[in-house]
């Protein structure tokens, strides 16, 4: 990108929107103060495809307590074996204490009180803190289907913050292994692997932490801390989404993951289906719950969207080749392509053959037996909740309000942030601050932005077809699950 230290307009408004919508959501994060434009320019080949084109410097104003990062740590590295690279201070111990002592005394001043006589059970507290702090952060960021896109070192606050926000995405339908970042090729970065990689990246801090903290000491603090911290920051939050409120049992996690699969079944939309659920009835009136299954059902994917989920992206003749070369010559199979890639693009190809069958109405068929099965298995365990309490009706009241206040309605999807962008650009800001608004008050309906005004069918047949196609976009609820065009987005 040509090392000039420019950030463009489109970038720039993501970055501004989102670690507002993060705040808002309670979620740690930095702050956007500010979001300037200019009309200096530089040249951006978005999808690096040989594609530049011409985008507005802006500049966004970041606020955090400190920009500090877990690889800030790493420019002691001493020389790699493998690559000959080295860190830019390495052997220079004294401004890695120097460091070190700063940001304990200054982030975390009660582990300095606490172990001011000895440096190592000191800095062991720290490392405990910042472990626990990011498995709470990372449980925080699956609960509302965040996937931030690049977690390497360098993008991982040393005092547990949401930062660096590059190619991030909100999960629309679920997909464990959903991948937001267009240029992450091997999905090191999926959704479902992002609990591991911050795991990793705590790792990689413990290591640069030597000899200040022995190895062995933050090895184990990692291993003891970090997995039951986030299982159970977790499990917590679920429990609100799902109205668990008076009861924890050990069955609760096995019918969270059951959701989640149904979810994955049906192609639900992740943050939809959680609103959707505080209005579950649990009596066992039909009427009642064919309408949770119509309102369910609602939010899966269609025929045309799961089309376009499982579309190959292989060339055949490509995939052919790669699999004549994996039984012919495995060694050189093994270092131009990997067995993942081509066994999920196999997949691809027969999830998509099977689609050419499915028509509409055997989907819903379908989609409303899975729902049908969960449900019943919410019930019994919601009718465990009324048993223990006194008053039922008093119970549900509060059910209703801790899952409205943890099951956003809002959220900033892809086409909304998109919408907002292709606005700006052509100088036109109002439509940020509108989706800022909204963003700031994500588990309430927003009065008067239920729907963007209808106005396109009263424009002139001399309208062209891009401003129509515009004006059908913006027409969507915010809340809209994302419309087919949304599915070309790309962010890398």
């Known amino acids: 990108r040509q090392a000039d230290g420019r950030k463009v307009l489109r970038s720039s408004i993501r970055e501004f929107l989102c670690s507002e919508a993060m705040f808002h959501l309670g979620i740690p994060t930095t702050r956007a103060g500010t979001c300037v ?70 982030f975390y001043p009660e582990i300095q009180e606490a172990y001011s006589d000895n440096s ?29 896109g690049v977690l390497n070192t360098d993008n991982m606050s040393i005092v547990g913050l949401t930062i660096d926000y590059g190619p991030f995405g909100f999960m629309d339908r679920y997909d464990p292994e959903h991948i937001c970042n267009g240029s992450d090729n091997t999905g090191r970065y999926a959704y479902n692997k992002q609990p591991e990689i911050c795991k990793w990246n705590l790792g990689k801090l413990a290591e640069a932490l030597v000899p200040e903290l022995p190895l062995e000491i933050s090895e184990l603090i990692l291993e003891e801390e970090y997995d039951a911290e986030f299982e159970k920051h977790y499990l917590q939050k679920m429990r609100k989404k799902l109205g668990l409120i008076q009861l924890e049992l050990e069955e609760d996690s096995k019918l969270v993951s059951e959701l989640l699969e149904t979810m994955h079944l049906t192609g639900g939309d992740f943050t ?20 949770s299954l119509d309102k369910l059902t609602s939010q899966c994917a269609s025929v045309e969207e799961l089309k376009v ?3 190959p992206q292989m060339d055949p003749r490509q995939l052919s080749m790669m699999l004549m070369l994996a039984q012919s010559n495995p060694q050189l199979f093994a270092l131009i392509g990997t067995k993942a890639n081509i066994n999920k693009e196999l997949e691809r190809i027969e999830q998509f053959s099977k689609l050419q069958q499915l ?13 049908k099965e969960w449900l019943e298995k919410y019930r019994v365990r919601l009718q465990k909740e009324i048993e223990s309490v006194s008053d039922a009706d008093a119970w549900n009241t509060d059910r209703v309000k801790v899952m409205n206040s943890n099951n956003p309605k809002y959220i900033l999807r892809n086409y909304i942030a998109q919408n907002a962008i292709e606005a700006a650009e052509n100088g036109d800001f109002s439509e940020v601050r509108n989706v ?9 309906e927003a009065e008067g932005f239920g729907e963007v005004k209808e106005d396109a069918e009263e424009e002139g047949a001399a309208a062209t077809a891009a401003a129509c196609a515009q004006e059908t976009r913006s027409r969507l609820p915010y809340c809209s699950k994302p419309p087919l065009w949304a599915s070309e987005l790309c962010v890398t």
């Open 37 to 106: 434009t200019s009309d200096s320019r530089v040249v951006r080949d978005i999808f690096y495809d040989g594609n530049p084109k011409s985008e507005r410097c802006t500049v966004v104003l970041r606020i955090a307590s400190t920009f500090i990062r877990f690889g800030s740590f790493e420019i002691f590295k001493p020389t790699d074996e493998y690559t000959g690279r080295k860190g830019p201070s390495v052997n220079r111990n004294d401004i890695r204490i120097q460091m070190l002592d700063y940001v304990i005394s200054t």
């Open 120 to 148: 190592i059970q000191r800095n062991a507290a720290f490392f405990k803190e910042i472990t626990k702090r990011t498995a709470r952060l990372v449980a925080e960021w699956q609960c509302v289907g965040f996937c931030h």
């Open 272 to 291: 939809n289906i959680f609103y959707l659920l505080s209005s579950f009835s649990v009596d066992c009136d039909p009427s009642k719950l064919e309408d």
């Open 309 to 311: 989920a499982f579309k």
């Open 359 to 371: 028509t509409a109405a055997d989907l819903l068929s379908r989609n409303k037996r899975h729902w």
């Open 436 to 444: 800022l608004k909204l963003l700031e008050n994500p588990f309430q």
